[in-house]
T-cell receptor, first 112, second 113 residues
Framework: QQQVKQSPQSLIVQKGGISIINCAYE??????FPWYQQFPGKGPALLIA?????SEKKEGRFTISFNKSAKQFSLHIMDSQPGDSATYFC???????????FGTGTRLKVLA | SQTIHQWPATLVQPVGSPLSLECTVE??????LYWYRQAAGRGLQLLFY??????ISSEVPQNLSASRPQDRQFILSSKKLLLSDSGFYLC????????????FGDGTRLSIL
């Protein structure tokens, strides 16, 4: 019940295309869902996050879509650029514990 | 502003040698602190977390240990390293006065020979 399942494992997208990464969770106590971007040799950096009281959050080219009933959330990267090539992790936590459960990561490559 | 520092950035150690990795946080008080390990091309495995000085919770049984001697200092240690301890070690914190985001340091790449 503590798992966060992330897919796909890897993704190749043409420049200007839309990248979509999906995550699913089981624990309904989770109330915070962030996405992280990690470049090689660096720590993950917070990209965007959402709480279950909204269904969508947009920041620039990055959008989180959240489906509470299906217990799923996804990251959409619009107009994908080669500089977006990185590994993306979804995560879930609850404000009671501050422990994060991470997905297994998606390696995104955007072709120029 | 808040920052998190990890050192060293890279470390090469022989099997059986001791280990000490340090993490410090600036700009916040009483943060939650975390140690993760990331194998090459893999996800993040939570090793330890701490909610206060001297309070350590272990997530995975292993030959590693953690200590929090000061509010904003978190140390990962081992008395005798194994080959399987190789990996990318990440420290993270949560400012409990914020909206929960967990912030990571830039990690230590540990290679065991």
């Amino acid at each position: 019940q503590q798992q966060v399942k992330q897919s796909p494992q890897s993704l190749i997208v043409q420049k200007g295309g839309i990248s979509i990464i999906n995550c699913a969770y089981e624990n309904t106590a989770f109330d915070y869902f962030p996405w992280y971007q990690q470049f090689p040799g660096k720590g993950p950096a917070l990209l965007i996050a959402i709480r279950p009281d909204v269904s969508e959050k947009k920041e620039g080219r990055f959008t989180i879509s959240f489906n509470k009933s299906a217990k799923q959330f996804s990251l959409h990267i619009m107009d994908s650029q080669p500089g977006d090539s990185a590994t993306y992790f979804c995560a879930a936590s609850n404000s009671g514990t501050y422990k994060y459960i991470f997905g297994t990561g998606t390696r995104l490559k955007v072709l120029a | 502003s808040q920052t998190i520092h990890q050192w060293p950035a890279t470390l090469v150690q022989p099997v059986g040698s001791p280990l000490s990795l340090e993490c410090t946080v600036e700009g916040t008080s009483n943060p939650n602190l975390y140690w993760y390990r990331q194998a090459a091309g893999r996800g993040l495995q939570l090793l330890f977390y701490s909610v206060g000085i001297g309070q350590i919770s272990s997530e995975v049984p292993q030959n590693l240990s953690a200590s929090r001697p000061q509010d904003r200092q978190f140390i990962l240690s081992s008395k005798k390293l194994l080959l399987s301890d190789s990996g990318f070690y990440l420290c993270a914190y949560v400012d409990r006065g914020s909206n929960q985001p967990q912030h990571f340091g830039d990690g230590t790449r540990l290679s065991i020979l």
